[in-house]
């Protein structure tokens, strides 16, 4: 076993009655990157992390955590890693503290408390107030803080921004950045394209239980489509435009024109250089239209 | 582990509490209503003598209100099982479905717990919780009796306590077999509460009917021995409904460590597994059906 890989997954599989939620999933996450995983809903992103904890029983496959199969030994595993399950609940009739405080209490209190104090203030939360008075978003902050609060040698969250606002989103990508800074790996699912973006080195795409593909987040952006949007200052015929490759004209009227392009857009910038743009508008491809670009990729190559 | 006991406990805290203090007082009410009886036996041993034997089949078969035994199984033991055994059956359901249920099991197990060291810990909180309540349920006899004619000793008065205890284990673990193989804790209480009343009736109604004696064999309240424990405990009926209530909790046990855990609501229902991959052995080839 390599020691410089965080996760190993071989031939993965998972079934929940008849239902085959993972096909055959394999995986290498490395020490230290922030890897990012992407799906759509029901992709199989939560069972995959749930068979990381031992949560759920693989049907077949091989699974190392940090070195250890977490079927064999799933204290082992735990004792290193920080997990923010996908729906967070908490035991609803205790203070965020007194939640964070038994979960500790499960840790064997290998909390850096001041650390736990620091994150609270930082992510605007009062850890004094019943749970059951939290909103969605400020429970999530609870969650963040507990996965991060023993200082993890791997964390596996799943969609950790989702129902918070966009400041506390990006806070929350800074304490993801911080704790890979200081040698944590990050395995993160998501089904938001931006934030994968902004933080993973690397990143996989599930789609029906299997991985479609493992990449660096640049380079699926790049190979989907994208719209862009040009305005004039003053009519122009810029249609010659759509002859340039992987550019196609999707609708114009006297001062507004838009392409759909594939792949980069330096192409299109260079060529719109002698024309009177006043204004540039590109749109960042949705996951849905990275996924198209896959399936594009794949009914080629078939 | 002491973690998951102490949390299971504050759980618990209501409970016992609200059962302990509850149960107490109605002890004290019963020990000092027994100066009463014993003043007039007779008119009520003529009194008793009215009533259809029916009704007191069903409350421990005994019609002798003087005696201190024939008086607490009248009054107090021969239906306890059924009041407590309430707080058994939601307990023992609830041990671990409700937790999965409300979607908080899956935050818990993610941490360095093993599902042993879980399972092991509510268990434990839970045998506790029992003890506890029925312990303030016997200390409020004992300090009544100071200001009552009943007179009954510290280690004979824990006598039935101990038959209660055996028989609230069994309907406590055979609700939490039951959360482990039905869909909901709701269905596994309201089945294993079937069965609780069920053999409290099979078991009365077998001291109406002899012909039902051969169906009361197989009914645990028919080890349950009441009052009458004061004067003896029968160790046999005893430790037979611990060893029951062991085969229950093992069994469950077994099927919390092959569980995959629901992140939240009812599940489907589905047999127990036998085939299930072996849990540390090598990873499986096959794949399920």
Redesign the interface.
């Given at each position: 076993m390599n020691n410089q890989i965080a996760i190993e997954i071989k031939g993965l599989?998972k079934?929940?009655?008849?239902v085959?939620a993972l096909q055959v999933v394999d995986l290498e996450v490395r020490r230290g990157e922030i890897f990012g995983f992407l799906g759509p809903n029901g992709a199989g992103k939560?069972s995959t992390i749930?068979c990381l904890?031992d949560?759920?029983?693989?049907?077949?496959?091989?699974i190392r955590v940090l070195g250890i199969n977490p079927?064999?030994d799933?204290?082992a595993v735990?004792?290193r890693?920080g997990?923010l399950?996908?729906?967070?609940?908490?035991?609803e009739n205790m203070t965020g503290e007194g939640v964070l405080r038994?979960?500790n209490?499960?840790?064997?209190m290998k909390a850096d408390w001041g650390f736990v104090h620091r994150m609270g203030e930082r992510l605007d939360i009062d850890l004094r107030e019943p749970i059951r008075n939290l909103s969605h978003g400020n429970k999530q902050k609870i969650?963040v803080v507990?996965a991060l609060m023993h200082r993890p040698e791997l964390l596996l969250l799943d969609e950790p921004t989702i129902g918070l606002d966009p400041l506390m989103q990006h806070e929350v990508l800074r304490l993801i950045s911080e704790a890979q800074g200081e040698g944590t790996t990050v395995f993160f699912s998501s089904h938001i394209m931006s934030e994968v973006q902004a933080i993973a080195g690397r990143v996989a795409m599930i789609r029906k239980g299997e991985i479609v593909e493992v990449a660096e987040p640049s380079n699926l952006i790049n190979r989907a489509l994208r719209r862009v949007q040009v305005r004039l200052r003053e009519p122009v015929d810029i249609t010659p435009l759509s002859s340039l490759p992987g550019v196609t004209l999707l609708s114009r009227d006297d001062k507004t024109v838009l392409f759909q392009v594939a792949g980069e857009i330096n192409g299109l910038i260079k060529a719109l250089a002698p024309f009177p743009v006043s204004d540039l508008e590109t749109e960042r491809p949705s996951l849905e239209e990275i996924f198209l670009a896959l399936y594009q990729d794949e009914r080629k190559e078939e | 582990m002491l973690t998951v006991i102490l949390h299971t406990m504050r759980r618990f805290r209501g409970q016992i509490i609200g059962w302990g203090i509850g149960l107490a007082l109605y002890a004290a009410f019963l020990s000092s209503f027994y100066d009463t009886i014993a003043k007039q036996s007779e008119q009520f041993e003529k009194l008793l003598q009215n009533y259809p034997q029916e009704i007191f089949a069903f409350f421990g078969g005994t019609t002798n209100l003087v005696t201190p035994e024939g008086y607490l199984t009248l009054e107090f033991f021969s239906y306890m099982p059924i009041i407590i055994g309430i707080f058994a059956v939601l307990a023992g359901s609830g041990l671990l479905a409700s937790d999965e249920e409300n979607g908080t099991m899956d935050l818990v197990l993610a941490h360095p717990i093993s599902r042993s060291g879980l399972f092991l810990g509510r268990l434990l909180a839970l045998l506790v919780a029992t003890m506890a309540i029925l312990a303030v349920n016997w200390l409020g006899f004992l300090v009544a009796m100071n200001w009552s004619s009943l007179d009954i000793g510290l280690v004979e008065m824990a006598r039935p306590f101990l038959s209660l205890f055996a028989i609230l284990m069994l309907f406590g673990s055979l609700a939490l077999f039951l959360s482990m193989v039905l869909p909901s804790r709701r269905s596994a209480a309201m089945i294993s509460g079937v069965l609780m009343v069920a053999s409290f009736f099979i078991t009365s109604l077998a001291r109406l009917d002899k012909s039902l004696e051969d169906i009361a064999r197989l009914s645990p309240m028919n080890y349950y021995q009441s009052g009458e424990a004061i004067k003896v405990l029968n160790n046999d009926w005893f430790l037979g409904l611990l060893a029951a209530a062991g085969v229950f909790v093992l069994a469950s046990w077994w099927l919390f460590q092959r569980r995959d855990i629901r992140v939240g609501g009812e599940g489907g229902w589905r047999l127990p597994s036998f085939t299930s991959r072996l849990r540390f052995g090598p990873f499986p080839k096959t794949r399920a059906t």
């Open positions: 599989t079934f929940y009655g008849p085959q939560t749930r904890l949560l759920i029983h693989p049907n077949g496959g091989e079927q064999a799933p204290v735990r004792v890693v997990y399950p996908g729906e967070l609940r908490l035991l038994y979960l209490g499960l840790r064997g969650g507990q | -």
